[in-house]
């Protein structure tokens, strides 16, 4: 489980990546009411997705993370007013969204039998999964603080 939520994580930072260069690209350009709610719908599910993050289940996590697919994959199809950069920073998010969409909904974490032993160890791996992030968040912190002592001593 730990891995398909980071694989999830990897995902939608490289749709995020994305989504960051193509807003770029627009620059001060002036944009359309579709184009600017696009923009604003997929920063809201962004948002809603890193709230499921650290507060929710693996399936709230999942769900949160098809949000961001949907919202990045519309890009593409229905902003018109962009430049051809532009255009090609929105057909790349939308096909890095598309695939990881696919990835998503075919997941272990979404297909789950309807038992409660089912449930109970996805719930299990859901502990796990918060437990290697908290660690991941301790260990960085200490390579961090141990960066501050090397850089005052050097």
Known sequence: MEDILLEFENGIADILELFNKFRDS?????????????????????????????????????????????????????????????????????????????????????TVPLTDKARSNVSSDMQDYRSFKKQLKDTNEKLEQLNRKVKKIT
């Open 26 to 110: 627009i620059g001060e350009n002036p944009v359309s009411k579709t184009t600017r709610d696009r923009i604003d719908y997929f920063i809201r599910a962004y948002e809603n997705y890193k709230v499921a993050l650290d507060k929710g289940s693996a399936e709230k996590i999942a769900e949160a993370a098809l949000s961001v697919c949907s919202n990045a994959s519309t890009i593409d199809f229905l902003v018109e007013d962009i430049d051809e950069r532009t255009r090609e920073y929105s057909k790349t998010l939308s096909e890095r969204a598309v695939f990881l969409r696919g990835k998503i909904e075919n997941s272990p974490i979404l």
